[in-house]
C-alpha cells in the first residue's frame, strides 16, 4: 500500500472494539516522539477510532487504507 517505512509494527487482526485503540496505545508509548508505527487491524470501527485516537492524543494519521484482508495504518507518533 505504501512506501511509508515503519519503526515498529502491530497486528491486531481478529479483534474487536476496543482491543485494536487499548493495544495502539501501549505500542505507541514505547517507542520516540517521530516514530512511526505501522497497525493492521480487521476491525471496520478501526478505520473512524483510530482517526479520531490521533486526534485527540496528539499523534499524526499520515495513511490509511485497505491492505489484504483488512486495513492499514500509518500513525507518526507526536
Known amino acids: 500500500m505504501s512506501d511509508i517505512k515503519a519503526n515498529s509494527k502491530l497486528d491486531t487482526s481478529g479483534k474487536c472494539c476496543p482491543m485494536p485503540i487499548v493495544e495502539t496505545n501501549k505500542a505507541m508509548k514505547k517507542i520516540?516522539?517521530?516514530?512511526?508505527?505501522?497497525?493492521?487491524?480487521?476491525?471496520?470501527?478501526?478505520?473512524?477510532?483510530?482517526?479520531?485516537?490521533?486526534?485527540?492524543?496528539?499523534?499524526?494519521?499520515?495513511?490509511?487504507?485497505?491492505?489484504?484482508?483488512?486495513?492499514?495504518?500509518?500513525?507518526k507518533k507526536g
Open 32 to 75: 520516540s516522539s517521530g516514530e512511526v508505527l505501522e497497525i493492521i487491524a480487521t476491525d471496520p470501527g478501526t478505520l473512524t477510532d483510530i482517526p479520531s485516537w490521533c486526534e485527540r492524543t496528539g499523534h499524526t494519521l499520515m495513511e490509511s487504507g485497505n491492505c489484504e484482508g483488512g486495513f492499514q495504518f500509518y500513525v
